[in-house]
C-alpha cells in the first residue's frame, strides 16, 4: 500500500515570496491533516479536510496561509506572503474516515526554509 | 485545549536494556485516544502503539507497552531490548473527540551500541 506523498521534499525562498506544497493521501483515506513542525517542536495542526470539506482550520493563520482539497482528495497548502517564522517542516497525514479511533499515516514532510 | 507535556528532550539507552519515556498530558474529557508516534531523521512519522482511554489493559506492541495512568493523565512508553533502529524523535500525542490531535515536544532517544 503506498504511503502518503508530499512534494517537494525541500523548499528554499526569500520572504515575502510564495510557496505551494502538494499531499496526495493514502488512497481511500477521507481524512487529511496539515501541520506545520517547527525545529524542536511537535507537530501543530494547520487545518483538517474531512472529503473536500474544512473540519478544523482554527491554528492556520489565514491572512497568509491557505488550503484546498477540491476533489476530496489531493490537497495542496499555500503561503503567500512568507516570513521568516514560516521556517518549518510542512507534515501531511490522512487517515481513513477521521474517527477517533482512526490512526493518523504522515507523508515525509516538505522542509521548507524561508531567508 | 488539551496540552501535552514531554519532561525529558533527550534520554539514552544501552543497546538491549530497557528504557522509560514520560509524557503527561492535561485534559477535560474523559473519552480520548493518546499515541505514541516515532520520527527517525528522515521525518516519516511512524506510529508506535496507541491507547483508548476507555480501556484499563494497557497496550502493547511487541517490545513496546505503556503504562497508562488515567488518574494521574499519565502515558509513559516502555522500549524493552532496545535495538539501535529505534533511535529516533518521540512524540506523545493526545486526541480529543473532535479529532482535534495534540503533540508533545518529543523527546530525543538515542541508543549506545
Known amino acids: 500500500e503506498a504511503g502518503v506523498a508530499q512534494s517537494p521534499r525541500y523548499k528554499i525562498i526569500e520572504k515575502r515570496q510564495s510557496v505551494a506544497f502538494w499531499c496526495n493521501p493514502i488512497s481511500g483515506h477521507a481524512t487529511l491533516y496539515w501541520y506545520q513542525q517547527i525545529l524542536g517542536q511537535g507537530p501543530k495542526l494547520l487545518i483538517q479536510?474531512?472529503?473536500?470539506?474544512?473540519?478544523?482550520d482554527s491554528q492556520l493563520p489565514k491572512d497568509r496561509f491557505s488550503a484546498e482539497r477540491l476533489k476530496g482528495v489531493d490537497s495542496t497548502l499555500k503561503i503567500q506572503p512568507a516570513k521568516l517564522e514560516d521556517s518549518a517542516v510542512y507534515l501531511c497525514?490522512?487517515?481513513?474516515?477521521?474517527?477517533?479511533?482512526?490512526?493518523?499515516?504522515f507523508g515525509p514532510g516538505t522542509r521548507l526554509l524561508v531567508l | 485545549a488539551q496540552t501535552v507535556t514531554q519532561s525529558q528532550p533527550e534520554m539514552s539507552v544501552q543497546e538491549a536494556e530497557t528504557v522509560t519515556l514520560s509524557c503527561t498530558y492535561d485534559?477535560?474529557?474523559?473519552?480520548?485516544?493518546l499515541f505514541w508516534y516515532k520520527q527517525p531523521p528522515s521525518r516519516q512519522m511512524i506510529l508506535v502503539i496507541r491507547?483508548?482511554?476507555?480501556?484499563?489493559q494497557n497496550a502493547t506492541e511487541n517490545r513496546f507497552s505503556v503504562n497508562f495512568q488515567k488518574a494521574a493523565k499519565s502515558f509513559s512508553l516502555k522500549i524493552s531490548d532496545s535495538q539501535l533502529g529505534d533511535a529516533a524523535m518521540y512524540f506523545c500525542?493526545?486526541?480529543?473527540?473532535?479529532?482535534?490531535?495534540?503533540f508533545g515536544a518529543g523527546t530525543r532517544l538515542t541508543v549506545k551500541p
Open positions: 497525514a490522512s487517515s481513513f474516515w477521521g474517527a477517533r479511533q482512526e490512526t493518523q499515516y
Open positions: 479536510f474531512q472529503n473536500n470539506g474544512v473540519v478544523d
Open positions: 485534559t477535560s474529557e474523559s473519552d480520548y485516544y
Open positions: 500525542a493526545h486526541r480529543s473527540n473532535n479529532n482535534d490531535m495534540r
Open positions: 491507547q483508548e482511554a476507555y480501556k484499563q
